[in-house]
């Protein structure tokens, strides 16, 4: 770090800790964010939401809810840390040592604990693809049956499953994240071009115009407030907002980088991967199953399903298969390894456990809550929480509950504690805040109201006192 930044450091209200590493400049920061944020939420949550919730009307309610209520929240979450140079529980901490800011600080941390062990899940059918591309199982992919009876089966579903996990829990342990950034971030070039032909393809299949149309054209029969609730989730999930990694992002992030200008371009790199995803899937699926409303409500198999048989007709389907299974591998692996990291590091910090026990930690959560997850669709199919898979279950507890309240702590954090102009003005500290007017509106108006919004309306949805 160098002496400009230490003086800036001297003066800090906050008392930041001056050892502290930090990105190279705006740069680094938005190519690490994006590494971060750019993975299975983009290419195999996102399309199969889309096509569930409504095709264009998600897409529209998903790009309002970006462009505002996400970007109020992941400047929030990145001037806080860097305003604190802590991670969450490190950064609540620093404005009181009561009980709500423990639970604000820790809500935040706990939750990419829930979300690894079945992210390493879906990881696992993802390495399970691509040994079988490398395999030659082509025709065989495209099959109907092959996905379910793969995931009914557990002991295969916990193997490759398992080797994921390992996979990531080597590299945190070794510490050689950076090779793999190096690597992915050459692979993130080849995933666009791949994405692009991949979607030239899909779009310009017999029947795919309709698809085209019902992604991307707003079609205000198909909403209902299902699908502001999953916009949301998705918008939490694919920016990685709400789960204490912006926090420790921006406590790495140099006073001079502008908040702003990084946070608008993290936005529209994750956007445009998704998108993409949703040219490739949705238009695809229209043109093999004729836009059939079962398969469309597919869910988290959609990706599996729908791309072995898209790349099956393309000819070159093995090659094909073998790259893009290759990249969504690396995608997920970085956003895995950035989630365990952080989970990692909040133990290493809290509880001053060394850094190889808090990873050995890790690896048991892991291990225990990823195989009810990857056994949910076989041997432990009985179990049904509130009417969801144990997956699927997961994936509500954190994106449509626990998610909400951890912004709203933010929220509240920022209006009724710290004080919103102290917030605008570490901002300024690099460059003028164009939008502060939406953001002060945003923070203490809409924000908490469409957060208390999405969580009765999930809450009463899943016990059944709504259908929606
Ligand atoms: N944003 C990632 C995705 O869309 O796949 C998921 C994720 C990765 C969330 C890393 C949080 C995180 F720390």
Known sequence: MNNETNQENNLDPFGRDNERSSFSGRLGYVLAVAESAVG????????????????????????????????????????????????PVGAFGKFGKSLPFKIGGWINAIIPMLIIPYYSVIGGWVFK????????????????????????????????????????????????????????KMMMPILVILAIIVSIYSVTRPGALEGVKYFLIPNFNNFSWMTVVAAMGQMFYSLSIAMGILYTYGSYMKKEVDIEKSTSQIEIF???????????????????????????????SLMFITL???????????????VFFLLVLLAALTSAISLAESCVSTIEDQLGWK???ASVVIGIIIVILGSFS???????????????????????????????????????????????????????????????????????????????????????????????
């Open 129 to 184: 693809y691509l040994f079988e591309y490398l395999r030659g199982s082509t025709e065989a992919l495209a099959d109907d049956n092959y996905f379910t009876s793969f995931i009914t089966t557990g002991a295969s579903v916990e193997v490759w499953f398992l080797l994921f996990s390992l996979v990531v829990l080597l590299i945190i342990v070794a510490g050689v994240e950076h090779g793999i950034e190096k690597v992915s």
């Open 270 to 300: 994750d956007t445009a991967i998704a998108f993409l995803a949703g040219l490739m899937i949705i238009p695809a699926v229209f043109s093999f199953f004729n836009g059939d409303p079962e398969k469309l409500q597919a869910g988290p």
């Open 40 to 87: 299975l939420g983009n290419i195999w949550r996102f399309p199969y939401l889309a096509a569930k919730y409504g095709g264009g009307i998600f897409l529209l309610v998903y790009l309002i809810l970006m462009l505002t209520f996400g970007y109020v929240l992941i400047v929030s979450e990145t001037t806080l840390g860097r305003m604190t140079r802590k991670s």
């Open 374 to 468: 990857a056994l949910g669709f076989g041997m432990l199919d009985f179990v049904q929480i509130l009417g969801m898979s144990i997956l699927d279950f997961f994936d509500f507890l954190t994106n449509s509950l626990m998610m909400p309240i951890a912004a709203l702590s933010t929220c509240i954090l920022i209006v009724y504690v710290i004080g919103i102009d102290k917030i605008v003005e570490e901002v300024e500290q690099s460059s003028k805040f164009k939008r502060k007017g939406l953001y002060k509106f945003f923070i203490k108006y809409l924000a908490p109201v469409c957060i208390l919004v999405i969580l009765v309306s999930s809450l009463a949805s899943v016990f059944g006192l709504i259908k929606f």
């Open 308 to 322: 072995p048989k898209v790349f099956a007709s393309m000819g070159m389907g093995r090659i094909i298969g073998i």
């Open 355 to 357: 850094r190889n026990i």
